[in-house]
């Protein structure tokens, strides 16, 4: 209980929000708690130890969501014959705001990503969470586009059993969504990326969607 009061506290005095609006309460193990054995038993158990926030406003689970264009690239080739493998090759490269496209009725494709919230440990099922991610994710890109889905997990667990488990949690995701759809699971992130903390390894077990989507004339 007293680690929920400091979050509330914080809340209150760093973001505004009345305390009245903020409810707090105590459990012992979370309801989707993370486990583990041998070695890695630990990593679980700080996982554990945290505080869960919730709320009435679905807001607060929005997507971080990147949307980007693909480039027109033009290459002048003329001084090609006279070049050696030791010179520098420039290409030039012409950027077209999203708005002129339109305006001109180019034909391009927008490039949209998302990353889904995170999994519980050890899950697949979709929660009403996810559903909402979905439904965003549906009114941008249409039925039109190119899908890749990349499922994710951290490294708790051995690694046969986590890369079945990224492509199920991509799979659930793709049977939500219509296009040319790839699915990959990723497994376990790569020993670069840091997995000290729990919230370095809660924040690996997402789905990543990736759209090439067919810009309107």
């Not at 506290?9 to 903020?22: D, H, P, Q």
């Not at 440990?121 to 559903?131: E, N």
Request: hydrophobic share 35%.
């Amino acid at each position: 209980m007293e680690r929920a009061k400091s979050v509330a506290k914080v809340l209150s005095e760093s973001f505004g929000i009345a305390s009245r609006r903020v409810k707090t309460r105590a459990r012992r193990l979370p309801v989707n708690q993370s486990i583990a054995t041998g070695p890695e038993a630990p990593l679980a158990d700080e996982e554990n130890r945290r505080v869960e926030i919730t709320s009435t406003s679905p807001d607060l689970f929005l997507p971080y969501r990147v949307s980007d264009t693909i480039m027109t690239v033009t290459t002048d080739n003329s001084d090609a014959s006279r070049s050696s493998s030791s010179d520098s090759v420039i290409t030039v490269t012409d950027t077209v705001r999203l708005f002129d496209k339109r305006r001109t009725k180019m034909r391009d494709s927008i490039v949209e990503r998302f990353d889904l919230i995170v999994f519980p440990f050890r899950k697949t099922d979709l929660t009403d969470d996810h559903r909402r991610v979905l439904d965003i994710v549906r009114s941008r890109i249409g039925r039109n586009a190119r899908v890749t889905i990349e499922g994710r997990t951290d490294l708790i667990g051995p690694p046969e059993e986590n890369a079945r488990l990224s492509l199920e949690r991509a799979r659930v995701v793709s049977r939500e969504l219509e296009g040319r759809i790839s699915i990959a699971g990723r497994g376990e992130p790569e020993q670069s990326e840091p997995q000290l903390l729990p919230e370095q390894r809660m924040f690996q077990r997402v789905v990543s969607i990736s759209a090439l989507v067919p810009m309107e004339p």
